[in-house]
């Protein structure tokens, strides 16, 4: 069994910066594509960005591309999220995601095992 724990969420001002870290307990995913999704509250989940098993593609969703940053360290069974540049309309639950598939995937049914989340709250 996969589990998936994510921190380093927090309360930031808009134009700050917060790093989120998922550690992967269980199997190890070096063959399957991570990603990070988030939900704000009355909307659905959406995709944030997705890296491959080697870490070699990453897709990022237009909303945050150019201030998020995904990386993935497959020794230590962790991928990070390096926000920046917060905005409020980045304010959700951030959920840290393992596909079944070794290359990204934008779609909430190609990931088999979720996070609990963790909150990100940015103010203006």
């Known amino acids: 069994q996969v589990q998936l724990v994510e921190s380093g969420g927090g309360l930031v001002q808009a134009g700050g910066s917060l790093r989120l870290s998922c550690a992967a307990s269980?199997?190890?995913?070096?063959?399957?594509?991570m990603a990070w999704f988030r939900q704000a509250p009355g909307k659905e989940r959406e995709f944030v960005v997705s890296i491959s098993s080697g870490g070699a593609n990453i897709d990022y969703a237009d909303s945050v591309k150019g201030r998020f940053t995904i990386s993935r360290d497959n020794a230590k069974n962790t991928v990070y999220l390096q926000m920046n540049s917060l905005k409020p309309e980045d304010t959700a639950v951030y959920y840290c995601a393992r596909s079944f598939y070794s290359s990204t995937q934008r779609r909430v049914a190609a990931y088999s095992y979720w996070g609990q989340g963790t909150q990100v709250t940015v103010s203006s």
């Open positions: 269980g199997r190890t995913f070096s063959g399957n594509a």
